[in-house]
């Protein structure tokens, strides 16, 4: 029996709530009733819990379930870079000890590298109840070989219930690979985590369609549930100098350490002094600037507030800035506490790419640029007039504090 | 050089707008497009083809619209099409959906190189590329910015990072997955246009790849969709009026809060 999707039409009220829940359009009323048209529906199930008269049924062929009982624990992979822990993973840690306490089961750090004893505080005090070491010189950078088959190993021995992990470059690589291998459900770039406890499922809600609309996934009967989580979305765990933490050291055969490929160099660009992802501060300039000059005056904005360069498309397809500080659909997506757009007109790809940053300041001489739609702040007046202006003020503010 | 290119077709999303009323995507009338990140894979699997000879196939899973963004491929230089499409895919996550893809790439024959857009603009999950090359077992660079070199059994990429870039060796075949830096893609000409009008996709159901049935489609998927909802629309606030030095004074003290610890 493949699957399938059934409206009982004994059922329908003919309300119509599934034709509005249905994100492909694909449920239209003829008369009274619902009627999902099967070339357009893609069984993605968005219709059924809208449903108050449970007329709408979708059916998976689960074959055998199975016994799920023996995964435990919540597991963060836990990211370095030069043996430097990244701050997702703490933001990871933060998230990940809210799961466990809901569970009732152990908060589990999981790390890669070489020379990572001198760590192990670090996570323990972070919130970590039991550390998994995986030491060797081979591990001293990431490479998807053998961090790939090292989690796949260390999830078949010790069968965790969910395993989350960075939505960073690293992140997006490994565990795509990982949740294959071990046929695990995975969910990427979550913004909201939580657990349904009857069940004992993760609920992993994402934007989807560059944000315009959120998704709530489950993963009901693989595990480990898997999920990659946005920068600056949870909050750290706070440090904690008294949490002790139990720590298994692995270690592996050679040919698991082995990569097929092999890192040549890591280059450091000058211009991602602040790391655009990790920023708390985002200063983003565009086509209002008039050329590459006009960045000299974002950067030292940026510079006064720690925070990093951003860029419009259009700024960098001009050439005034490379494209690794591009913000947006065919950029990065970004979600700082504070975002200044300046110069930057706001169309719907770049808003994709940072509207959901806590807040964000806008400035343009045009009143109906799109941008002050969003905006929480606008200043609408010349950039090289406001962003000097700005400067000023906020760097006399940020000595006298 | 044998290439395959794997493609999608998404909603332009230029065009997403919100029905005020109902609160869903109006879909109605959105141009469906190419992925845009999909763009800079078929432009550089057409120059590799271009500099080293061999042929570009492209591959997409979809409904049988999907035919037309791989006669667009075929406008831009790529010399075949495969679409995949059957009702028994339907429902298929990133793991159904790569195990698939994979499947038909196995079908297709010997290959020295797969090419993916970092991930596609609908989604934006990144996890089909480096799900594609872990059911292949094939090594894989993903977030590839430029090719620096290539021969027929390797090749020396640059991998976009968060600080700035891995230069990566890798052997071939292998699965890169790439980014807008990368090229430019061309226009379609006029040649490849009369080409594209004239060319006949393959089309393959399920059953012509020999796949699993408890591997594809929503069966074949670990996650499952529950809840779909739009965000509360994100409101315009307030816009500071004054001169200059009033509005930067102002704003200082608003956001007093996130930038003075």
């Given amino acids: 029996m493949p699957a399938s999707i059934t409206i009982f039409l004994d059922k329908c009220a003919g309300c119509g709530l599934c034709v509005g829940a249905c994100p492909f359009g694909a449920i239209h009323m003829a008369g009274e009733k619902a009627v999902i048209d ?99 010189p081979a591990l ?9 088959q090292i989690l796949v190993k260390l999830a078949e ?37 939580d657990i349904d406890p009857e069940k004992r499922l993760l609920l992993q809600t994402r934007p989807a369609f560059g944000g315009n609309i959120m998704a709530t996934i489950i993963t009901p009967n693989h595990r480990p549930q898997m999920a990659t989580v946005r920068h600056k979305v949870m909050k750290e765990a706070l440090t904690d100098k008294s949490n002790k933490a139990e720590v298994i050291r692995k270690s592996y055969p050679e040919d698991i350490m082995k990569s097929r490929t092999r890192l040549i160099d890591v280059v450091e660009e000058i211009e991602a002094t602040v790391n655009l992802a990790e920023a708390d501060v985002v200063v983003s300039g565009g086509r209002g600037l008039g050329g590459p000059e006009g960045f000299g005056m974002i950067r030292e904005l940026a510079k006064a507030l720690n925070g990093a360069v951003g860029a419009s498309r259009a700024a960098v397809d001009a050439n005034w ?81 | 050089m044998n290439i395959i290119v794997c493609i999608k077709q998404v909603p332009n999303t230029t065009d997403v707008r919100i029905d005020p009323v109902t609160n869903t995507l109006i879909r109605e009338g959105v141009e469906s497009v190419i992925n845009p990140f999909d763009a800079y894979a078929i432009e550089e699997g057409v120059r590799l083809k271009e500099r080293f000879g061999g042929k570009v196939t492209v591959i997409t899973m979809g409904p049988p619209q999907a035919e037309t963004a791989l006669r667009e491929a075929i406008s831009l230089g790529v010399d075949e099409a495969v679409l995949l499409s059957d009702r028994k895919f339907a429902g298929s996550d990133t793991w159904a959906t790569s195990y698939t893809l994979s499947a038909a790439i196995r079908k297709i024959g010997a290959f020295d190189l797969i090419i993916c857009g970092k991930q596609a603009s609908d989604g934006d999950t990144a996890q089909v590329g480096p799900g594609i090359s872990a059911h292949l077992d094939i090594p894989q660079v993903t977030y590839v910015k430029k090719i620096e070199d290539i021969s027929a059994n390797a090749a020396r990429v640059e991998r976009m990072t968060e600080e700035g870039y891995d230069i990566v060796e ?69 816009i500071l009026k004054g001169g200059t030095e009033y509005v930067s004074k102002e704003l200082v003290e608003l956001l007093k809060d996130i930038v003075i610890h």
């Fill in chain 1, 38 to 136: 099967m070339a357009k529906c893609t069984l993605c199930g968005a219709c059924v819990e809208p449903c108050d008269f449970k007329a709408i049924e979708l059916k998976k062929d689960a074959g055998a379930v199975k016994d799920l009982s023996e995964y435990k624990d919540v597991w963060v992979f836990i990211e370095q870079k030069k043996g430097v822990i990244q701050s997702v993973s703490f933001e990871l840690l933060g998230e990940g000890r809210k799961l466990a306490d809901k569970l009732g089961v152990k908060l589990c750090a999981v790390i890669l590298g070489s020379e990572m004893e001198s760590r192990i505080a670090e996570l323990a005090e972070r919130g970590a109840d039991k550390i998994y070491i995986i030491d060797h």
């Fill in chain 2, 170 to 238: 890798t052997p071939l075949p292998c699965l890169l997955t790439v980014v807008k830096e990368i090229n430019t893609p061309r226009l379609p000409s006029i040649k490849g246009m009369m080409r594209a009008k004239s060319a006949k996709p393959v089309k393959w159901t399920a059953c012509d790849i020999e796949a699993d049935a408890g591997s594809m489609g929503l069966d074949g998927s670990p996650t499952r969709v529950i809840k779909i909802f739009t965000p509360a629309p994100r409101k315009g606030g307030e």
């Fill in chain 1, 157 to 193: 021995e010790f069968s965790p219930e969910i395993m989350l992990c960075g939505a960073t470059t690293i992140g997006r690589s490994l565990v795509s690979r990982v949740a294959v291998k071990i046929k695990a459900g995975l969910t990427a770039d979550c913004t909201g985590l």
């Fill in chain 1, 140 to 148: 001293k950078s990431y490479q998807d070989d053998p961090y790939t």
């Fill in chain 1, 321 to 401: 800035i490379p494209y690794s500080n591009q913000v947006g659909q065919t950029g990065k997506t970004v979600c700082p506490k504070l975002y200044i757009a300046c110069g930057i007109s706001g169309q719907i790809q770049h808003l994709i790419g940072m509207q959901s940053s806590q807040v964000i300041v806008a400035v343009n001489k045009d009143p109906d640029a799109p941008i002050f739609k969003v905006a929480t702040y606008g200043i609408i007046g010349d950039i090289f007039q406001v962003v000097p202006a700005l400067i000023k003020e906020f760097s006399r503010a940020l000595r006298r504090s």
